[in-house]
C-alpha cells in the first residue's frame, strides 16, 4: 500500500524524533515513557510498594517506567484493548474499558485491594471526526473518575492524558471536587502542535 504524502512526512518525523531514539536506546517501547518520567519527577507519584493500575497500558512504556520506580515492591496491573508483551511484574488485562467484563476482570484481580495511583494514557480509535473523537476522550476520562470513585484511596492520586476541546472544563471541574489540587502538565515529550495534555488530580478527597 503506497504511503499519502502526509504519512511519509509524519513517517519522516517520527523516525527523527529525539525522543523515539532515546526510546529505542534505553530500551523503552514507546516514546510516551518520557512523558510519565517527566510528570513523575517532577511530581514523585510513583513510590515503592504502591498498587498502581495503568489504564490503556499497550504497548507499556509506561508500565516499564512504573516498574523500575516501583524497585520490585509494589504491583502494576494494566488493561488495553490492544494486546501488550509481557513484561515482568506486570500483570496484563486484555479488554475494552468501556466493557463491564473487562472492569469485572481488573476488580476480580484488585481483589477488594484499593489502589494508591492511577496512570492513564488512553484514547479511543481516531476516525477523524474531531467532535466524536474528543467526546470518545471525554467518555474514557469519566469512566476512568468512576473507577477511582470506587477503587483509589484516600489521598491518592490520579494522572490522565486530555484533549483540549469541548469538554475539558467540565472534566478539571469534576476533578477539583474529587482532588485536594489538579494541576496540567505539558510534558516536553508531547508534541508542541498536539492539543492533548495531562491533568494531574493530586490528594483523592
Known amino acids: 500500500m503506497k504511503l499519502s504524502n502526509r504519512s511519509k512526512a509524519w513517517m519522516q518525523e517520527h523516525l527523527n524524533d529525539e525522543y523515539v531514539k532515546r526510546a529505542q536506546k534505553e530500551g523503552y517501547r514507546a516514546r510516551a515513557a518520557y512523558k510519565l518520567i517527566e510528570i513523575d519527577d517532577k511530581d514523585m507519584l510513583i513510590k515503592p510498594g504502591m ?3 495503568d489504564l490503556g497500558s499497550a504497548p507499556g512504556s509506561w508500565c516499564q517506567v512504573a516498574q523500575q520506580r516501583l524497585k520490585g515492591q509494589g504491583r502494576i496491573i494494566g488493561l ?3 494486546d501488550m508483551h509481557p513484561i515482568p511484574g506486570v500483570e496484563f488485562i486484555q479488554g475494552d ?3 463491564e467484563g473487562a472492569l469485572t476482570e481488573l476488580e476480580e484481580k484488585l481483589n477488594n485491594k484499593p489502589v494508591d495511583l492511577v496512570i492513564a494514557d488512553m484514547a479511543p480509535n481516531i ?3 474531531k467532535d466524536a473523537d474528543q467526546a470518545g476522550t471525554v467518555y474514557l476520562t469519566e469512566l476512568a473518575l ?5 477503587w483509589l ?3 491518592g492520586n490520579f494522572l490522565v492524558k486530555v484533549f483540549i ?3 475539558f472544563d467540565d472534566i478539571v471541574k469534576r476533578m477539583r471536587l474529587e482532588f485536594e489540587k489538579v494541576v496540567t502538565r505539558k510534558p516536553k515529550a508531547s508534541r508542541g502542535r498536539s492539543n492533548e495534555t495531562y491533568l494531574l ?4 478527597k
Open 51 to 53: 498498587t498502581i493500575v
Open 80 to 82: 488495553d484493548l490492544l
Open 97 to 99: 474499558f468501556r466493557e
Open 127 to 129: 476516525s477523524g471526526v
Open 146 to 150: 468512576e473507577f477511582n470513585q470506587q
Open 153 to 155: 484511596k484516600p489521598k
Open 165 to 167: 476541546g469541548v469538554g
Open 201 to 204: 488530580g493530586l490528594g483523592r
